[in-house]
């Protein structure tokens, strides 16, 4: 079992940015690939930026040069730093962590780009 809690969310004007934390907790971190996703309302949930076990990344192209997702096994955390943010990156971000098929998703934070 992951458990995983994410923070760093908020309102932001266009342009600004924003570092989202997704802590884990109660398993071997480190093996993990590690997922940032977003829904925003009235769409499907989808890939923002992922990382594997290995530090291998990749993004949606709609942040690429925008996001970065980083991780910090001695913390047990990833992180998700933003910039350039606009309106179309408002949404609820979720952390995930997945390895072999199986798959846990922290609660969601709420991010708002909004003059």
């Known amino acids: 079992q992951v458990q995983l809690v994410e923070s760093g969310g908020g309102l932001v004007q266009p342009g600004g940015s924003l570092r989202l934390s997704c802590a884990a907790s109660g398993s071997i971190f480190s093996i993990y690939a590690m997922g940032w996703y977003r829904q925003a309302p009235g769409k499907q949930r989808e890939l923002v930026a992922r990382?594997?076990?290995?530090?291998?990344?990749n993004y949606a192209d709609s942040v690429k040069g925008r996001f970065t997702i980083s991780r910090d096994n001695a913390k047990n955390t990833v992180y998700l730093q933003m910039n350039s943010l606009n309106p179309e990156d408002t949404a609820v971000y979720y952390c995930?962590?997945?390895?072999?098929?199986?798959?846990?998703w922290g609660q969601g934070t709420q991010v708002t780009v909004s003059p």
């Open positions: 990382i594997t076990s290995g530090l291998r990344t």
């Open positions: 995930n962590a997945d390895r072999s098929g199986t798959r846990y």
